[in-house]
């Protein structure tokens, strides 16, 4: 489903992508996690262009390109592929919640204005928040901006959705509401990567767990493999520091 070959990037004289291989099959869940700057917000901007990379081949269906010969309506074809949920949402807040979820189906998918606000509604249910529909940003919550966030992506019907941290600029106890829905969406069957710092979270959802640091994916594994009987004394130096942090 998605194959990632030689994958280089970097800013100024930082390499902050150092030739990461990765595949993902149809309908899998995978978290990424490892210490921040290194490099795994980068790996899913690079994903759907976001970033540019110097080197490397992304196949994703049926498009393959390569990273070096990028034109723009391989952009186009990549991104309409692909959904992002971002750590701070990037909300329009002169527009309502459903006008926020509606407005890349029309500018990016060409929906007819019913077409775009049917769906919209029916996304915007499926988060709990139908109720809010004609609500300014300014009267949501920071776990319910996150969950308009989150409609948004589900409303392009992506391939694959990519969810930055998408709880990390929440307040504690608004996290587990996103949680919730971000699990829905992974049991739904979508193609999902999540890069993600709720270690326990990350073990119940996903299929296969990616650790990595300084630009370099160090190992992928089950989450029993990873988080129970992981080989790398890295990857148990990293998870023994994260739950001690849990527990203070």
Do not use: W
């Amino acid at each position: 489903m998605l194959h990632i070959k030689n994958l280089h990037i970097s800013f100024n004289e930082n390499e902050v992508l150092k030739g990461i291989d990765l595949s993902v099959k149809k309908g899998e869940v995978v978290s990424f996690i490892g210490p921040s700057g290194t490099g795994k917000t980068t790996l899913l901007k690079c994903i759907n262009y976001l970033e540019k990379p110097h080197e490397g081949e992304i196949q994703l269906g049926d498009l393959t390109i390569n990273y070096k010969n990028m034109k723009k309506q391989d952009i186009l074809k990549l991104r309409r592929k692909t959904a992002m949920v971002f750590q701070m949402f990037n909300i329009f807040k002169h527009k309502t919640v459903i006008q926020n979820v509606m407005d890349a189906q029309i500018a990016v998918q060409k929906k007819s204005k019913k077409e775009a606000y049917q769906n919209s509604y029916k996304q915007l249910e499926r988060v709990g928040l139908k109720d809010k529909i004609d609500e300014f940003p300014s009267r949501l919550s920071g776990g319910q901006l996150q969950r308009v966030g989150i409609a948004r992506g589900l409303a392009l019907e992506p391939e694959l959705i990519l969810f930055d941290e998408p709880t990390s600029a929440l307040d504690p106890e608004l996290v587990e509401e996103v949680l919730r829905v971000i699990e829905d969406v992974a049991k739904s069957g979508m193609t999902t990567l999540l890069v993600t710092h709720e270690m326990d979270f990350a073990k119940r959802i996903s299929d296969k767990v990616v650790f990595m640091e300084n630009g370099y994916i160090v190992e992928v594994g089950t989450p029993e493999q990873i988080f129970e009987n992981s080989e790398n004394p890295r990857t148990r130096q990293f998870l023994n520091k994260m739950y001690a942090k849990h527990e203070i």
